[in-house]
């Protein structure tokens, strides 16, 4: 017994000769670095199954605080979009969503940057089908989920239904008629910038809220010029061979700006494209690796 008292006492002299040091290298660290490891949801349930709500909680609360935290000391939504662990992100709120599957800010978050900077669309799409299973009264999630199909995958015949029922859940015509008319006459830019307004007037973390800013400020730029291509089209009877055709016949009284760095240009079958392919890149332009502007254009 005396020697086993012996042990014991060692160990905890050599636990807290170790854990002084440790606790102030991780003090000094950037919070950006402290995400951390998750453990499994399985094991998170096995060990803690009166906990789950809080355990839950408590890693969405990580993620937000990490993602959060990239934007500090940067210039915005673009070094947080630069420096994210994505995969890491992702991981985490799986597994606080699987502990938790009624807690909104996990989906919320999910879609507000996972899906826009990460192009998980699919995986987003199955974890709000997941949601709906639970948040059986919610709107929200078959409206995202909706939207998804319908801009993302290019799935309207599954977009439909999924916008009629969050006008079921909502008491509101208005995704009674986004399943109509967004899907079958109006433009999927309009549609895109409709669903980001929408997110963005719930955000409530300051980094997610600033970003989709931005993107909702590309989006309407990218708007005003397919408006304009459609008047000079109407009135010409063809496409204006590239931007700089809108500009000197007045249909658009500036040149458009992408606030992401990068040009805007019509591709091959007059759609309206930027090379940032609405993407921060390191240096702040376009995007790494987008296409070059056509000459015609600059």
């Given at each position: ?8 006492t060692c160990v905890?002299?050599?636990?807290l000769i170790i ?91 999910g879609q507000s ?186």
């Amino acid at each position: 017994m005396k020697r086993y008292v012996v042990s014991a006492t060692c160990v905890l002299v050599v636990y807290l000769i170790i854990l002084g040091p440790f606790t102030r290298a991780m003090e000094q660290k950037p919070y950006a670095l402290k995400l951390g490891i998750i453990p499994h949801p399985t094991v998170l349930q096995v060990l803690f199954p009166d906990y789950q709500e809080l355990l839950g909680a408590n890693i969405l609360g990580r993620i937000v605080l990490y993602y959060g935290s990239l934007g500090d000391d940067a210039a915005g939504p673009r070094m947080v979009q630069l420096a994210a662990d994505y995969p890491a992100m992702s991981r985490a709120l799986h597994a606080a969503l699987r502990l938790d599957p009624y807690n909104m800010d996990g989906y919320y978050f999910g879609q507000s940057i996972l899906v826009w900077d990460v192009g998980q669309y699919r995986l987003a799409t199955e974890l709000l089908e997941y949601g709906m299973q639970y948040r059986t009264w919610d709107w929200q999630l078959p409206f995202f989920a909706a939207f998804n199909n319908a801009y993302f995958l290019k799935d309207r015949a599954a977009a439909a239904p999924l916008y009629m029922r969050a006008g079921e859940l909502s008491g509101s015509t208005l995704f009674k008629s986004l399943a109509g008319r967004y899907l079958q006459e109006a433009g999927e830019t309009e549609m895109a910038l409709d669903y980001l307004q929408a997110l963005e007037q719930d955000a409530r973390t300051p980094a997610v809220k600033e970003t989709l800013q931005v993107r909702i400020a590309a989006f309407k730029t990218v708007l005003a010029v397919e408006q304009a291509r459609d008047r000079f089209a109407k009135r010409y009877g063809s496409l204006p061979a590239n931007i700089d055709a809108l500009v000197r016949t007045g249909y658009l009284k500036a040149w458009p700006v992408d606030p992401y760095g990068g040009e805007f240009y019509f591709n091959e079958i007059g759609q309206v494209v930027t090379t940032s392919k609405f993407a921060f890149s390191a240096d702040g332009r376009s995007a790494a690796g987008g296409p070059t502007v056509p000459s015609s254009d600059k």
